[in-house]
């Protein structure tokens, strides 16, 4: 099989990248006998078009089209991306003509389905993972990240993005809750994020920093309202952090037993959970990126299968509820 895979969002920083980075390598390593996949944009010649992030959708595909949406946060919460609605509007148009569509977890199929006016069918849950660099890091190491960035023998860890104060992800009323703990803010921060009262900021990381920094951290604390996966509690559970969360219905999805939940809006209670929390942290998840590439392999074949069906037998979509 000919896949061309839009790579183009692997430098991004936050979790897009990440995805884009690593179902891509597990797609290398897992991929038969016959199968290619090209990095490109431009699919003419192959007989799937995948586009891990939403921007990389295109409304007159000339293959099988298949697209991951991490989540629809920018249609549930429309109000916060009113500059943005053209063009999300044409990209929701091109997801709804993709043969395929994969999603992270069960709650956003649910959104999915309801918002975007997809079968169930042309939709695949297939989870994120932890990177493999994401494991248990030494005492050595973890020291010398600390001191790297001036951090205390005991603190509470954040990581995400704060290139833009996104109201769900709550970072700065959890930097101004009162705490017992050191706060580490792990990310890419812009001037916003630089203000935030009595925190501790690394900027981005590499892959072993940010794996030493879950290592040594108290406690991951996740105050998010929404998320369509919620990938750092998933390494941090790697790292043999605890996790303490807002109890949102995907981070319950994916995590279940392996956290402790606050009700959400509570960061005075999810801190002091966090100073709490006890280790050994719970089992990580055993689902791999090796595991999401096979199930995406899966999900290319049958792209590929429907794009054969008369275009008569396709439903017309109805337009994405929420652009505007």
Known sequence: ???????RAKGDPRGIGRYVRCILEGLQQTAEAGDTITETHHPRGSQV????WLDGAQLRC????VVTIHDL??????AEYLRSGMRFRLRYLAVQRAERVIV???????DVRERLDIDGERIKVIPEAAAASMYPRGEDEIAAVRARY?????????????LHPERR????????????MPLVLVGPARQWAHELPDVTLTGQVSDDELAALYSGAQALVFPSDEEGFGLPPVEALACGTPVVACDAPTLREVLGPRATFVPRGDMAGLLEAGVAAAR????PLQWSWRDAAGATWSVYAAAAAAHTQPASTRRVPRLPRGVF
């Open 1 to 7: 099989m000919r896949v061309a895979y839009d790579s």
């Open 49 to 52: 078009f995948h586009s891990p």
């Open 62 to 65: 000339p293959c099988a089209a």
């Open 73 to 78: 946060v920018n249609l549930k919460g429309h």
């Open 104 to 110: 992270p977890s069960e709650v956003v199929a649910g």
């Open 150 to 162: 001036g951090l205390p023998e005991r603190y509470l860890l954040w990581v995400g993005s704060m």
């Open 169 to 180: 992800k709550r970072v700065a009323e959890l930097a101004q809750a009162p705490r017992a």
């Open 280 to 283: 050994p942290a719970p089992a």
